[in-house]
C-alpha cells in the first residue's frame, strides 16, 4: 500500500494539460496502483493522474461497481443531460452543481495497452466526465452552474 498526496486547488498542476501515455510500463502500473490506495483512502470515488502531480492522461474511477482503470480516455458518445452535485478530492468540503451528461461512452486503453470501451450512466458518466476534465486541466468548478 502506497498513497501519495492529492495537490489541493490552486496548485498549477491542476490546470495543466497532460500528455499522452505512450509506454505501458511497470511505472504506469505502479502509479496507477498507488492512486487506487490514494483513492480509497480518500473515500473518493475518482482519482485522475495530475491529481498527485503526474502529468498524463489516466485516471480511475470507483463509483461502487469496481475498479475502472483508464488510459488515454476519450469520450466517444454523450447523451442527454444531469444536474447533480459534485466534489472532488482536490477541492475538498466544495460542492457545486454542474451539468453533465447522463450517459457517455469512452474509449480508453488498460494498464497493458489493450483497447477499452467504458459505458456509464448517472454518476458513472458524471465520474468519468469529471476524471477526464482533469486530464485537460478543467475543475468541475468550471463546469458548475450558477445557481439562484
Ligand atoms: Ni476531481
Not at 59 to 81: A, S
Not at 83 to 88: F, H, I, Q, V, W
Not at 90 to 99: D, M
Request: glycine share 8%.
Amino acid at each position: 500500500m502506497a498513497t501519495r498526496n492529492i495537490l489541493k486547488y490552486g496548485d498549477p498542476a491542476l490546470k495543466k494539460i497532460s500528455r499522452t501515455v505512450l509506454n505501458f510500463d511497470e511505472r504506469l502500473a505502479q502509479t496507477l496502483d498507488d492512486m487506487r490506495d490514494t483513492m480509497y483512502e480518500a473515500e473518493g470515488c475518482g482519482l485522475a493522474a495530475p491529481q498527485i502531480g503526474v502529468l498524463r492522461r489516466y485516471c480511475i474511477i470507483d463509483v461502487g461497481d469496481g475498479i475502472i482503470e483508464l488510459v488515454n480516455p476519450v469520450i466517444i458518445e454523450k447523451e442527454g443531460v444531469q444536474y447533480e452535485s459534485e466534489g472532488c478530492l482536490s477541492v475538498p468540503g466544495n460542492y457545486k452543481t454542474t451539468k453533465r451528461p447522463m450517459k457517455v461512452k469512452v474509449r480508453a486503453q488498460d494498464r497493458h495497452g489493450n483497447k477499452i470501451i467504458v459505458e456509464g450512466e448517472g454518476l458513472k458518466a458524471r465520474a468519468l466526465c469529471h476524471e477526464i476534465d482533469h486530464l485537460d486541466g478543467i475543475l468541475f468548478l468550471d463546469r458548475a452552474i450558477k445557481e439562484q
